[in-house]
């Protein structure tokens, strides 16, 4: 089954919600978007803000081939794949999840890939990519900081989910979420799978299961 987070993820620039500074009319990724550039980038922001979108979008509004990988998992050999693979034409662009779990040696191994322009690179990461990635593959690379979602954007994410609740359980999720859009929709999703419903002690008890889950 679909997972509640890929159902209502955002196509397009118009319905994704926050970073204003970068999707806003006249904007940066706002701007390449419409003038169809190619060029890689690092989103660095604190979880659940809309990276993976974000990247998705982008890649999305252009004719190429789109890769994804994280880096907690993936390695050298799923770089190689991507480089042998023929694409007839059509330029690569590559997500990297968690960029900053690639170490030295997997950067540099990356780094001729993206120099060469046989890979577009879009990386995403929490931590300063200035002590993470290798300053060689930086400087290929714009950097782009995205901000905590606030309560008011929190809020309009928690209603596309389409599920009703009532306002002292969405007031709950913004508080308990802290601007994580992802970890707000995983607990309306268990809540919804568990008990059925959505009210405030049905959420709470969610999030507990959540944790032991993990």
């Not at 931590?127 to 900081?145: A, D, K, Q, Y």
């Amino acid at each position: 089954m679909e997972p509640l987070a890929s159902k209502i993820r955002p196509q397009s620039l118009k319905d994704f919600i926050g970073q204003e500074h970068l999707v806003g009319e006249g904007k940066p990724i706002n701007v390449a978007i419409q003038k169809k550039h190619l060029f890689s980038f690092i989103l660095w922001g604190p979880p659940g803000c809309g990276k993976t979108t974000l990247a998705r979008i982008y890649a999305k509004s252009l004719d190429v081939q789109y890769y994804g990988l994280s880096a907690v998992s993936a390695g050298k050999d799923d770089i190689k794949k991507i480089v042998d693979e023929n694409t007839w034409g059509k330029s690569k662009v590559l997500f990297l999840d968690e960029i900053h779990r690639f170490n030295k040696a997997q950067q540099d191994y990356l780094l001729p890939h993206v120099e060469r322009g046989v890979i577009t690179l879009i990386g995403a990461t929490t931590e300063n990519p200035s002590f993470e990635v290798i300053p060689s593959l930086l400087s290929r690379c714009r950097v782009f900081v995205l901000n905590e979602l606030s309560p008011d954007e929190m809020k309009k994410i928690i209603k596309r989910v389409g599920l009703k609740l009532n306002k002292n359980a969405v007031d709950w999720l913004v508080n308990m979420a802290n601007g994580d859009a992802r970890q707000a929709i995983a607990v309306i999703e268990s809540a919804q799978q568990l008990y059925g419903n959505l009210e405030l002690d049905s959420l709470k008890n969610a999030l507990q299961s959540k944790f032991l889950r993990y």
